[in-house]
């Protein structure tokens, strides 16, 4: 069983920088592909970023094009999201999320998720 906890969230300004961290138990098969969701109370959970085994392939929904940024450290089973120009609707409970190589992106296994809040 795949274990995934996410660190990083809490309360910024708008306009601000973020970065979140989502430590696996193990890099293997099951977590070749890694990526971050969100969800607001009441809405449908969204994908946000992906990224492959080796970093060489990443992927963005479009409004997070140019402002985040998702990158991987295998050395560390740890893959990251750098949120900057930070908008009060990045406000979510951010999830990490990670699958094999055929799951994109991957939504095998998930992390409890923390808490993004951009304040006005």
């Known amino acids: 069983q795949v274990h995934l906890v996410e660190f990083g969230g809490g309360l910024v300004q708008a306009g601000g920088s973020l970065r979140l961290s989502c430590t696996a138990s193990e890099i293997t098969y099951h977590t070749a592909n890694m990526a971050w969701f969100r969800q607001v109370a009441g809405k449908k959970r969204q994908f946000v970023a992906v990224?492959?085994?080796?970093?060489?392939?990443?992927g963005y929904v479009e409004s997070v094009k140019d402002r985040f940024t998702i990158s991987r450290d295998n050395t560390k089973n740890t893959v990251y999201l750098q949120m900057s120009s930070l908008t009060p609707e990045d406000t979510a409970v951010y999830y990490c999320a990670a699958g094999p190589v055929d799951n994109w992106p991957p939504a095998q296994y998930w992390g409890q998720g923390t808490q993004v809040t951009v304040s006005s």
């Open positions: 990224i492959n085994w080796n970093g060489g392939s990443t």
